[in-house]
T-cell receptor
Framework: EPEVTQTPSHQVTQMGQEVILRCVPISNHLYFYWYRQILGQKVEFLVSFYNNEISEKSEIFDDQFSVERPDGSNFTLKIRSTKLEDSAMYFC??????????????FGPGTRLTVL | SQQGEEDPQALSIQEGENATMNCSYKTSINNLQWYRQNSGRGLVHLILIRSNEREKHSGRLRVTLDTSKKSSSLLITASRAADTASYFCATVGNTPLVFGKGTRLSVIA
């Protein structure tokens, strides 16, 4: 069964460093998302991406964040200058064979980002 | 906010019993989805119910949706130890998924 994959599973970085989190969505899906979950808290929406551009973003997704689909399979989240409060589990999701953003979203296993 | 809020926050039952979790939300939705998350792991999609549906089944899962009360319930029948996880409802309106805090289900063998 097709699944969303994410690498790395765990990323440790120093405050102020740039990190890139990688995702391979389910092929043929058209909508891509990033969410994050700070330990013990809710899963929060960051950004959605469709047709090679951001379709929606939350307040969390400020200028330090960017997303890119560099080729036909990868979807990346870049944090330019990490802060301690960026430590969280980051989930990638994809959807959109039929109704796009209202369809079932399939999540990857997540990348645990630890900022020291 | 369309935020889903699950109830109870935690539930502990014996294996074989049924588990019922509830979710309430605030605004109109296109659909409501339930997810499971094992500790420290990713989110697994369980079931999606659209706003024009009232009940849906998938294996041992039964989901109901009452749009007049803005609430949904997830019933897991004949629970197993492997069902131990956190369960989240997520609502979809005109914006992407909005998750609640989840219900932590513990199934004791």
């Amino acid at each position: 069964e097709p699944e969303v994959t994410q690498t790395p599973s765990h990323q440790v970085t120093q405050m102020g460093q740039e990190v890139i989190l990688r995702c391979v969505p389910i092929s043929n899906h058209l909508y891509f998302y990033w969410y994050r979950q700070i330990l013990g808290q809710k899963v929060e929406f960051l950004v959605s991406f469709y047709n090679n551009e951001i379709s929606e973003k939350s307040e969390i997704f400020d200028d330090q964040f960017s997303v890119e689909r560099p080729d036909g399979s990868n979807f990346t989240l870049k944090i330019r200058s990490t802060k301690l409060e960026d430590s969280a589990m980051y989930f990638c999701a994809s959807s959109g064979l039929v109704q796009g953003a209202t369809d079932t979203q399939y999540f990857g296993p997540g990348t645990r980002l630890t900022v020291l | 906010s369309q935020q889903g809020e699950e109830d109870p926050q935690a539930l502990s039952i014996q294996e074989g019993e049924n588990a019922t979790m509830n979710c309430s939300y605030k605004t109109s939705i296109n659909n409501l989805q339930w997810y499971r998350q094992n500790s420290g792991r990713g989110l697994v999609h369980l079931i999606l119910i659209r706003s024009n549906e009232r009940e849906k089944h998938s294996g041992r899962l039964r989901v109901t949706l009452d749009t007049s009360k803005k609430s949904s319930s997830l019933l897991i029948t004949a629970s197993r130890a492997a069902d131990t996880a956190s369960y989240f409802c997520a609502t979809v309106g005109n914006t992407p998924l909005v998750f609640g805090k989840g219900t932590r289900l513990s199934v004791i063998a």
